[in-house]
């Protein structure tokens, strides 16, 4: 399902749209209350692919209700409503909308109610099949609620109810699929109904820039002095001359339906309320809403029409996702510069430019007063130049540019992301409607407080504090149930186990997640626990389920970690290839590490992964033999997972099963001596050896003359040495200090022939290209002087200049107190308290390690 927000108050959140109040056809996303569809066309309550937020007009007609034809997300067509309704003083307000929400309405006025907010409909019996009515502090639907709530005026929604709209984006959704809709599959749009009404506007009145037409007419401008349904009138009557202007039958059928559904309940109203009624509504639709048909033919169109059960609430919106940048089709350009323009009482351009040099200063960029007033001054003179009635955002933006950001577009992209979007979440009450797991995610988060926030920051988490470990169970729960609002990421500074580095960000489409989540149970433990144990039983392989027997660990999750262990026991007993065996153990060892300070029993896993681990020690010399050039670089690969992962586990994790290092140094050993196992492979094994201490320098210095002698094949020897010291493994360090291996490195490729040279260069470039470019310059120097400078390979002495030609053991002692210190170790003169203090941080617990493994989680 693509997460695709088309034109309208309306977007989709995991659906491919539903055209629930106002749209176009074919949007990839929901109409909402009104919007444009891939065709660039006014919609619904005004929205337009190319130009979102434009108003539409439509006056009052003696005898019929108030029509007001208004552009979305436009605080130009939110005054304007504003002040009409204040002129009109309507007895009921219909405003462009599902008509489930009007129960809902109420909570409009309760104080924690802080736009931007949507209306969120989603099929009781499919969460993930959603929409969303947006609507900001500037929206024109917005400011008629407000406005019918504070002198007590009945308010409705009169839009396509979303029992029918969900459920016939739906069918039609699955017909596409089937190869039986128009358009493409996947939620491509549908091919254009109709141009673009805002365009042929613009061009109407000599303008090629349609959205700048319209801040010029609408935006910049004031209601006026004079009557206040004049706009209302004028933009009424062009948008009925655009649409006589049509082909016959290019109307959308989604159009007709809804348009016929809102007349019916205009009508329903005026019996109800007389003709002082006012209507809220896209442009677009008022010609039809004013056009007289029988009621009988409204009734037709709606006849037979699908429908689904639905559950509407309220929810938080950002003006990142109001922005059309977002991915909302119906969205504007720059929703923080329109909330601007409607708080912005008097000098907008003025507050703007205030507004940007605090972002820039907290920056740390030097902006002046004296900045703010030649940025004024040059905005207003462009506006003149361009024959603007005020400066806009460009005009703007362009001031920023040349005199706060010294002509430079990088601070200039800070204020755009930071102002002109922004980051602003709503917010809504503690009453409005939500599934059980939404209550407990709240009072959850209100507990750990932890609060949702639009704009991406980090977390530092200390697992060894108790909030920070329970914030840590929470974001890992809730990635369980899919519901991503936070994304693990590298810890500065630190490598220990204690802690974690989170990136938060709360989009809205979580609450569509937290609601399909629902479906697994009531609270955030109880439904990470039986999505886990369902996830065990459909995942592909078994590392997928040692992945999940992590997840489980980190969440905090005891009661499904025990059948993801059985399964995960079953399925290794099972699984024969090395490959999957090896894959599967890193996450294993990771869990175990994470016991300690996560208070988890981890002895089941334990037995596992040395079950694991053993198979791996058996069966990977044969998994060896007959490896093409691919294939014995994934089993390169595996090998340095396997080493990395029993270097973490240690024989003091496995009780009863001591030995784990020195059988697998036997395998590596094993590696090393077959000339049947591939050369990547046998170089790799040689070099573990030797920096676990293992394997001799002069033992290594043999088997690598072994490789590189003219018995070999050049390719194998190539990828010896590219096993040996390439991978990022270090090898460049190792060459540069160890110059009897670069002298037989240096020595085998000077006696290679032309042509195997010609075959072997890639593979080395590829290797050596991945050193540091100081190591690269070191080894060029010691390879240019030749080896008479740097001595023979059997010399004693080092030829490195600036190196001994011994270790000088005295000057290494000399740095252990302070190495120790670091680590938290006990220093030789007082052991026992330096080991208590070393060892205790944070919170006081004590954190002595059992063995060195540890030490990365005490001193990190």
């Not at 700048?212 to 001359?241: C, I, N, Q, S, Y």
């Not at 917010?427 to 704009?455: M, S």
């Not at 997972?641 to 586990?649: E, I, P, R």
């Not at 395998?667 to 070099?687: F, H, I, K, Y």
Request: include cysteine; aromatic fraction near 4%.
């Amino acid at each position: 399902m693509t997460d695709v927000e088309g034109g309208g108050v309306g977007g989709a959140a995991g659906v491919r749209g539903v055209k629930g109040a106002g749209g176009g056809s074919g949007a990839s996303g929901v109409d909402g209350i009104g919007g444009a569809d891939g065709a660039s066309r006014v919609d619904g309550t005004g929205g337009a692919s190319e130009a979102e937020g434009c108003e539409r007009a439509v006056g009052a007609v003696p005898g019929g209700p108030l029509l007001l034809g208004v552009r979305h997300h436009g605080p130009g067509s939110a005054r304007a409503v504003r002040a009409a309704l204040e002129a009109a003083r309507p007895r009921a307000v219909l405003i462009e909308g599902p008509p489930e929400a009007d129960a809902l309405v109420p909570l409009a006025a309760d104080e924690e109610m802080r736009p931007p907010v949507a209306l969120l409909a989603h099929a009781v019996d499919e969460p993930g099949r959603s929409a969303f009515w947006p609507l900001a502090e500037f929206s024109p639907e917005w400011v008629a609620l407000r406005w019918a709530l504070d002198h007590d005026v009945p308010a409705r929604f009169v839009d396509l109810p979303a029992a029918h709209s969900l459920a016939r984006d739906h069918e039609e959704r699955n017909g596409e699929e089937a190869g039986g809709g128009p358009g493409e599959r996947s939620g491509a749009p549908l091919p254009e109904a109709r141009v673009d009404p805002l365009a042929a506007l613009a061009r109407a009145a000599g303008h090629d820039d349609p959205e700048r037409w319209w801040e010029d007419v609408v935006e910049h401008r004031g209601p006026g002095d004079g009557d206040a349904l004049a706009p209302f009138t004028a933009l009424e009557e062009a948008m009925g001359a655009l649409r006589e202007t049509e082909e016959d039958g290019a109307d959308d059928d989604r159009d007709r339906v809804r348009e016929a559904y809102m007349r019916l309940q205009v009508r329903a109203a005026q019996r109800e309320f007389g003709t002082d009624v006012a209507v809220v509504c896209g442009a677009w639709h008022v010609p039809a809403l004013r056009r007289g048909v029988a009621v009988a033919a409204d009734r037709a169109l709606l006849k037979g029409l699908p429908r689904t059960k639905v559950d509407l609430t309220w929810v938080p919106w950002t003006h990142r996702r109001l922005s059309r940048s977002g991915g909302y089709g119906a969205g504007v350009e720059s929703p923080g510069w329109y909330a601007h323009l409607f708080a912005a009482a008097d000098r907008p351009v003025e507050r703007w430019l205030t507004r940007v040099a605090g972002l820039l200063r907290d920056e740390d960029r030097l902006v002046s007063p004296g900045h703010v007033i030649e940025a004024a001054r040059l905005a207003g003179t462009l506006a003149a130049l361009r024959g603007r009635p005020l400066a806009g955002l460009s005009e703007t933006t362009d001031a920023v540019r040349a005199v706060m950001c010294d002509g430079s577009d990088v601070p200039l992209a800070l204020v755009r992301d930071r102002l002109v979007v922004g980051d602003v979440l709503g917010q809504v009450p503690a009453g409005a409607p939500a599934v059980p797991l939404q209550r407990d995610l709240a009072r959850t988060q209100r507990g750990l407080r932890l609060k949702p926030e639009a704009r991406r920051r980090e977390l530092e988490l200390d697992l060894r504090k108790d909030t920070d470990a329970g914030r840590s169970r929470l974001l890992h729960r809730l990635r369980l149930l899919g519901v991503d609002w936070g994304e693990p990421a590298a810890s500065r500074g630190s490598t220990g186990t204690f802690r974690e580095t989170w990136r938060l960000r709360w989009e809205p489409e979580l609450s569509v997640r937290v609601a399909e989540a629902g479906v697994w149970g009531t609270t955030v433990l109880a439904a990470a626990t039986a999505r886990a144990e369902a996830d065990a039983v459909t995942v592909g392989g078994l590392a997928e389920v040692t992945a999940l027997a992590e997840r489980c660990l980190l969440a905090g999750l005891p009661d499904a970690l025990a059948p993801v262990m059985r399964i995960l026991a079953d399925r290794a007993a099972l699984d024969t290839d090395v490959g999957h065996l090896a894959q599967a153990l890193p996450a294993l060892v990771r869990s175990l590490r994470y016991g300690d300070v996560r208070g988890t029993d981890t002895r089941a896993l334990a037995e596992v992964a040395a079950g694991l681990a053993e198979r791996v020690f058996v069966g990977l010399p044969a998994a060896c033999v007959a490896r093409d050039a691919d294939a014995a670089e994934e089993m390169r690969g595996h090998v340095d997972t396997v080493h990395g992962a029993v270097g973490l586990l240690g024989d003091a994790s496995l009780p009863g099963r001591g030995g784990l290092r020195s059988r697998w140094q036997e395998v590596l050993r094993t590696l090393c001596a077959r000339d049947t196992v591939p050369g990547v492979v046998r170089g790799r094994a040689v070099r573990l050896l030797l920096d676990d201490g293992a394997l001799a320098p002069d033992e290594a210095a043999r088997f690598m003359g072994l490789a590189l002698s003219r018995g070999a094949p050049p390719a194998d020897a190539a990828a010896w040495i590219e096993g040996f010291v390439g991978g990022g493994s270090g090898g460049g360090m190792l060459l540069l200090h160890d110059e009897r291996l670069l002298a037989l490195v240096d020595a085998w490729l000077t006696g290679v022939t032309a042509e195997a040279f010609t075959d072997v260069l890639p593979l080395l470039r590829r290797t050596f290209a991945a050193y540091e470019p100081g190591v690269r310059r070191g080894l060029g120097e010691l390879v240019r002087r030749g080896p008479e400078a740097r001595g023979s390979v059997t010399a004693t002495g080092s030829g490195t200049p600036g190196f001994a030609p011994g270790l000088d053991v005295e000057r290494a002692d000399a740095v252990l107190p302070v190495v120790r210190l670091l680590l938290g170790l006990a220093t030789d003169g007082a052991k026992g308290d330096s080991a208590e203090a070393g060892n205790t941080e944070g919170d006081g617990r004590s954190r002595t390690g059992r063995d060195g493994n540890e030490l990365t989680e005490v001193g990190a």
